[in-house]
């Protein structure tokens, strides 16, 4: 009789701890409407904005503006970026409010006489801006599909920015790891050289008063009125080279997305002038034809198949990609099932293909990681995804204490001199240099996937040239490996982008035998020096109809929705 009670206890106990095991982690899971972004403060602000009656486009404006309050550290009015989006007909556009070069730029700007990159010129301070798109972009939206009044949506915004953020742990390092930038970027004081310590409360008057003025005069108020006339003479003195005119000239612009297939997938992403689209459909072409189910998750197979994808694709966006306004981009070729199959002809499980035999196809780069995402939902179905930035963490580091926000270092996108790693390693060419009123180059890859022709995901991350790959393994964890949501966004990530020749992993992340059997074939593992690979804000409609958010613990990412 003991024995058989002995038997029963473990055989219960070992079911338990299996169950356990095999529980999967869900995100949070709303009925009718979702926002995912950064921080709460901004997720709260938008989901109100829909519970109000508005929506997908008007949360976009909420959202995006609350970040640039709440999130400083890539959320902006400083900056720019892109949004996809599907309206609940099935409708999809895109649009471009990157931000450009000013009048003043040239093509070696930031070289010497000699021809030598001038150290820190790209990147720190009022010579690294470009002129910013993020208010053009936020009333062009509104313009278009807003419901509500701009007063009903900016509101919140500026009382969020009088009664304060409260200062988070992550943030408390942000600001602490940046703050010789800021010593360095800015001839005064500025309201982050404080020790902020977690919990403390930063009120942003100045900016609250800039919105304020915003929401009275409109997106010319920015651009021609009293802030852009603030805006300019404030990059001046400082020895920038964005002029009232350079403002003035600024226009946001519809694009048409990329759309390609995978199995049964419709996927719709960002075009030129970010790369993200194109790259994106060249390696999910290139591994079409593999079994990576079989293979299994982030098997050997799996990251080999991955990885030399990437390689290829990213040697091409190298070559190929810049502002389709300047240069001609062969799109349809790129993103061609024939092409990327033809690129991974070379391919083999037995070993490494070398970077330096890939070169573009008969057709390195390096970006900043601190760009941020977020992804709504609607209760009548519309869906927007957005990827917005000012490029470094706090961008130039250079801050307008009069109209309260960071500017943004995005010239260091551009390729200063072919062939040579910008601050993100990525290796840029002819086709991504600096001319006047031309954007710059980006990795954002804002998404919006439709499985049967009904909306199936919303996703996106921030993470500079590992925005496209962290894009791509989020869809497969969903997609190949049946993960939730917030299961696939949990789950550590590796990063190929051809130069250098390493695969970038989450440390930790992996098996010994992975890394391992992986060496063993020829490739460089970076482990140790890997930063976190992204911090993915996404949605996934259920078989049920219902939706869930996958906020990424690698932030302070929320979920909310109703």
């Not at 009293?226 to 350079?246: H, P, R, V």
């Not at 869906?383 to 130039?396: E, H, P």
């Amino acid at each position: 009789m003991k024995t058989i009670l002995f038997l029963v206890v473990v055989t219960v106990l070992f079911n338990c701890k299996s169950n356990i095991e095999n529980q999967k982690t869900i995100g949070v899971i709303t009925d009718k409407a979702m926002v995912v972004s950064a921080r709460k403060e901004a997720s709260e602000i938008g989901s109100a904005i829909l519970k109000k009656g508005g929506n997908a486009f008007d949360a976009m404006v909420a959202t995006e503006l609350a970040l640039a309050v709440c999130y400083p550290y890539a959320g902006n009015i400083g900056g720019g970026g892109f949004m996809v989006y599907r309206k609940n007909n099935g409708e999809i556009g895109a649009l471009d409010y990157r931000e450009k070069a000013p009048l003043a730029a040239s093509t070696n700007m930031y070289l010497d006489t000699n021809g030598n990159i001038i150290p820190n010129k790209s990147t720190i301070g009022a010579t690294a801006v470009g002129v910013p798109g993020t208010i053009a972009g936020v009333f062009e939206v509104h313009e278009k599909f807003g419901s509500l009044e701009m007063e009903e949506i900016m509101l919140p915004v500026i009382q969020l920015a009088k009664k304060g953020v409260v200062v988070t742990e992550k943030q408390e390092k942000r600001i602490r790891k940046h703050q010789s930038g800021f010593l360095r970027a800015n001839k005064d004081s500025i309201l982050f050289q404080k020790k902020w310590k977690k919990g403390d409360t930063i009120k942003y008057h100045a900016l609250a008063a800039t919105l304020e003025r915003i929401l009275k005069f409109g997106k010319d108020e920015f651009y021609r009125g009293e802030s852009a006339k603030k805006l300019a003479d404030f990059l001046q003195k400082n020895g920038g080279y964005i002029t009232t005119e350079d403002l003035a000239k600024y226009k946001a612009k519809w694009r048409k997305p990329i759309q390609f297939t995978y199995d049964d997938l419709n996927i719709i992403s960002m075009s030129p002038p970010s790369s993200g689209g194109v790259c994106l459909s060249q390696i999910m072409n290139g591994i079409e034809s593999f079994d990576l189910d079989k293979y299994g998750h982030n098997t050997t197979k799996t990251i080999q198949v991955i990885t030399e994808a990437e390689r290829r694709a990213y040697a091409d966006r190298s070559h190929f990609l810049g502002d389709p306004d300047f240069v001609s981009i062969p799109v349809d070729q790129l993103t061609s099932k024939a092409y990327a199959k033809e690129r991974m002809q070379d391919f083999s499980f037995k070993k490494a293909t070398s970077s330096s035999a890939v070169s573009h196809g008969t057709i390195t780069l390096v970006e900043s990681n601190e760009t941020t995402h977020y992804s709504i939902v609607d209760q009548l179905g519309n869906a927007v995804s957005v990827t917005t930035t000012i490029n470094g963490g706090y961008g130039s580091k250079l801050y307008c204490s009069e109209l309260g926000f960071f500017l943004n270092n995005e010239m260091d996108d551009f390729s200063s001199k072919p062939g040579i790693p910008n601050m993100f390693g990525l290796v840029g060419a002819k086709a991504n240099e600096i001319a006047p009123e031309k954007r710059m180059l980006s990795s954002m890859t804002p998404t919006i996937v439709e499985k049967n022709r009904n909306l199936f995901m919303v996703v996106g991350t921030p993470g500079g040239s590992t925005i496209i790959t962290t894009v791509l393994q989020t869809i497969l964890n969903v997609h190949e490996f049946k993960m939730g949501m917030q299961e696939a966004v949990n789950q550590p990530r590796f990063h190929h982008q051809w130069l250098p020749d390493d695969i970038k992993m989450e440390p930790n992340g992996f098996t010994k035998t992975v890394t391992n059997e992986l060496k063993n074939l020829g490739y460089q593992i970076d482990e140790t020096k890997a930063p976190v690979i992204g911090k993915v804000d996404a949605i996934l409609i259920l078989p049920n109809g219902k939706l869930e958010g996958g906020a990424d613990p690698r932030g302070d990412d929320k979920a909310i929705g109703f």
